[in-house]
């Protein structure tokens, strides 16, 4: 059947699918991908027609995409945002248009306070570095240096890790930063090397992992005997056979590991790897949720907008790939479980393998 213009919906995602931070947006244009390959263009009776346009990672262009998509494309959606300043800077476009944004990838926990009409279907940094906290707190690490990238999500990571730690009786004996879009960690290794604590706390947005672990093995930091503790995005799947046998043994903690032992994901996993010839990371199953969350609230409105669509969205829960995931309509962030991981070898390559998990955790950044 021939679709008229009032039949279709249209969905409009801006990602960084150039520059620094490419790999987030491959990442989440294949999930999208995917899901509309598996579930088809219809839902609520319309057909849905999902335009994803390039930001490059640049707040400005993000901007002027989001304002184009609105006014032009009339879409009853935003959705993408592979950075915090990104999300930003769409923020108060979808306040003024009361058009939805599905947060799929950046992870500052004050994104979703920026607008009424931001929701979550990835993570926040402090949902994910609480975990790796308290289970340093628990097993036997007194001392921690911490060093995260110096823009929000590495405040958000520096905050809440020193928060629960400090509170489990360990101590924080240095804090330091490097730059967002610094990739010698040099300098900083040989401070932490002097200083010789008990674990080194690291929190980097996703891509500089494979640099850091390998220059943390070159430095000698392992043979040291500092043991290395991070958040998932540094043992990122999309990087990890990268990094090579320096990863094996790291500790960290995330919501969401390509080798998560449930039927749902390991379905996931085969059609992801089948269409795209890579692995699935974080970022990929916050877009997959993300259209899932977008389908099943267009099924709601009958494929309408605006408030009535948020209200749809604020209601959504489901089994991902992840585990059992729910959106909290207070704080629009997602409820989910949070995972305790170490790197391991399986059948000859590298995965983050779950050996303990901190159930149906809210977003700390929001606790009142």
């Not at 950046?106 to 279907?121: E, G, W, Y």
Request: net charge neutral; glycine share 10%.
């Amino acid at each position: 059947m021939a679709w008229a213009q009032g039949d279709t919906v249209k969905i409009g995602v801006i990602l960084p699918m150039t520059g620094p931070s490419a790999s987030t947006g491959k990442q989440v244009e294949a999930a999208i991908k995917l899901w509309v390959a598996q579930n088809g263009d219809k839902a609520g009776g319309k057909k849905i027609e999902v335009i994803i346009k390039d930001d490059a990672g640049v707040a400005d262009t993000t901007r002027r995409l989001a304002q184009e998509l609105v006014v032009n494309d009339k879409v009853v959606a935003l959705a993408g945002f592979g950075l915090t300043p990104l999300a930003l800077a769409t923020a108060p476009i979808a306040t003024q248009s009361k058009t939805p944004m599905v947060i799929m990838a950046a992870a500052t926990s004050a994104i979703t306070d920026a607008s009424p009409f931001a929701i979550r279907s990835g993570f926040t940094v402090p949902q994910i570095t609480v975990g790796i906290a308290q289970w340093a707190a628990q097993n036997k690490i007194k001392k921690v240096v911490t060093l995260v990238s110096d823009y929000g999500p590495g405040n958000d990571a520096e905050k809440y890790f020193n928060e629960r730690y400090t509170q489990g009786g360990g101590q924080v004996v240095e804090k330091l930063r490097t730059p967002l879009r610094g990739a010698d960690f040099a300098p900083v290794l040989q401070k932490v090397r002097d200083i010789a604590p008990d674990a080194l706390f690291v929190f980097l947005p996703s891509g500089q992992g494979a640099t850091f672990v390998k220059q943390y093995v070159e430095r000698g930091l392992d043979k040291a005997g500092i043991k290395l503790i991070t958040t998932g995005d540094v043992t990122d799947d999309d990087q990890l056979n990268d990094m090579g046998d320096a990863a094996l043994g790291v500790i960290n903690s995330h919501h969401y590991s390509a080798a998560h032992d449930s039927a749902v994901n390991k379905k996931f996993v085969a059609a992801f790897e089948a269409a795209n010839k890579f692995r699935p990371n974080f970022h990929a199953v916050g877009g997959y949720d993300g259209m899932h969350m977008l389908y099943q609230a267009l099924e709601a409105t009958h494929g309408a907008g605006g408030e009535a669509l948020l209200a749809a969205l604020k209601t959504q829960g489901f089994e991902s790939p992840r585990g059992p995931i729910q959106v909290d309509p207070q704080t629009r962030e997602m409820v989910q479980n949070i995972y305790i991981r170490k790197v391991e070898k399986l059948n000859g390559q590298l995965y983050n393998v779950e050996f303990d998990v901190q159930k149906a955790v809210k977003d700390p950044g929001k606790a009142k």
